[in-house]
């Protein structure tokens, strides 16, 4: 498995604690069954509906059930998908005067920011929805993902010390901080310290999955995984249960080798995000498949994988997985022959990534850039997209991605003949994976 397959299945780990969670309180009680079969029956019964008539029957929905987070997340995407985004925007603002509806209309207002690049506007809608109170898990999170990656800006870390949230509450914010720093020990030792309400919640499950997965306890994150899955199932969340899916896919590949099964998982999550109409799972899955297929040496149906993520990524008007779709692409076209191609798609995949705003994006364009120029032996352009790597993973406190940076400029130096230079830079990488237990990505080969 390739070293470029490994940074982008590991960045879309960490990207995909921030998708379609269920809001869930810190008493860890959680939509029952019987929500989550009408909501899906519904679903069902307005498939063949125009767009319009199915999101006036989720609005009627929501205002049933104000409190189930997941018809709102499935509305911003129905709003966004069907370019009806302002459209969406005012809606979820009208919410925002209904108490009952305050809060997750307040969450869906900062993702229409965050859509809109609009960081002020963003952070202010997260304050708001956050509240003074125990906010669910969910939103808990995605308020810090936010917050991680604009630390230069806003420190809502402080802010959120200041408010009057339970214990539970601030220890979880300081596992989801302690994540986004790599400090994967740390976010298991809270994690694993949690009543068994909350140890049973999917948000927690996933989270703590990945942690297990990034410190090398690969049985231990399956396990997570899969407890996970079984309680979508259990719950007949379908979103979630395609989630877990997903992740089950990834071990496979990833782990085991064993791309037929880890092909089985993502066709079958496939299955479940057309059931419950999940256009954001859609395009994640037609993606991993991307990735599995160029891996497998089948580049044809790579490409196609990778348009049909594009294509509906684009509507979504997501670039943070658009430039990984087009990271993709650019690597396809290259194994392919196809140079100009592979050029235009990554170039395409750096203009997404400079607009997401995030530096876990940017950096990995900037190393598969950077591995191309390498390839075509134009040794200036690629050192200069190293070190803008090295410089942007510094500043944001990314130092595994600091360190593939030095280990990039070893393979660099490498190229040019200045071998013992060369050396040194991979010796020091080295040094650096002996004094870590994260998952060593050398596992990946």
């Known amino acids: 498995m390739s070293n470029h397959t490994t940074d982008v299945m590991r960045r879309l780990l960490r990207l995909y604690l921030a998708l379609v969670f269920l809001s869930t309180a810190l008493s860890g009680k959680e939509p029952d069954d019987r929500l989550y079969r009408s909501f899906y029956g519904l679903v069902d019964t307005i498939r063949a509906d125009s767009a319009a008539q199915r999101i006036v029957a989720l609005q009627q929905f929501l205002h049933r059930h104000p409190g189930f987070a997941d ?4 509305l911003l995407d129905w709003y966004t998908f069907h370019e009806q985004f302002e459209a969406g925007k005012a809606y979820f603002q009208s919410l925002t005067k209904d108490s009952s509806c305050a809060r997750n ?23 708001r929805a956050v509240g003074s109170s125990d906010p669910p898990v969910s939103l808990l999170y995605e308020f810090v993902e936010f917050d991680h990656y604009r630390s230069d800006k806003f420190r809502g870390e402080a802010l959120l010390r ?4 339970s214990v539970l509450s601030r220890r979880l914010a300081e596992a989801f901080y302690a994540y986004f720093r790599s400090e994967y020990k740390t976010v298991i030792d809270i994690l694993s310290q949690l009543p068994p309400e909350l140890i049973g919640q999917k948000i927690v499950l996933e989270v703590w999955g990945t942690a297990c ?3 090398s306890q690969t049985s231990r994150a399956e396990a997570r995984w899969r407890q996970g899955y079984r309680l979508a199932l259990a719950q007949h969340d379908l979103r979630a249960a395609a989630k877990f899916l997903t992740y089950c896919g990834f071990f496979a590949q990833q782990v085991n080798k064993e791309y037929a099964a880890a092909l089985k998982h993502y066709d079958d999550a496939y299955a479940l995000a057309l059931q419950s109409m999940d256009y954001h799972r859609q395009q994640m899955l037609s993606g991993y498949r991307g990735y599995l297929y160029r891996d497998c040496g089948d580049y044809r149906e790579a490409e196609k994988a990778f348009l049909e993520a594009i294509r509906v990524c684009a509507r979504l008007n997501q670039p943070r997985f658009l430039a990984d779709w087009y990271r993709g692409l650019g690597t396809t076209y ?3 022959g196809r140079y100009t191609e592979g050029y235009d798609a990554l170039s395409r995949a750096g203009t997404v990534a400079m607009a997401s705003k995030n530096g876990y994006y940017i950096v ?3 190393f598969d850039r950077a ?18 790597a090295y410089q942007i993973a510094k500043s944001n406190q990314m130092r595994y991605e600091q360190e593939t940076a030095r280990a990039k400029q070893g393979q660099l130096l490498l190229e040019a003949q200045h071998f013992a230079r060369a050396r040194n830079a991979f010796e020091a990488y080295l040094r650096y994976l002996d004094q870590t237990p994260t998952y060593r990505k050398e596992a990946f080969e």
């Open 334 to 336: 290259y194994s392919l």
């Open 162 to 165: 200041n408010r009057a949230l």
């Open 371 to 388: 591995d191309f120029y390498i390839k075509l032996k134009q040794l200036d352009l690629a050192e200069k997209d190293l070190q803008s």
């Open 71 to 74: 018809v709102y997340f499935t």
């Open 105 to 127: 209309a307040y969450w869906m207002l900062a993702k229409t920011y965050q859509l809109e690049a609009d960081e002020a506007g963003a952070f202010a809608a997260f304050l």
């Open 213 to 215: 997965f990034y410190q």
């Open 364 to 366: 990995s364009v900037l």
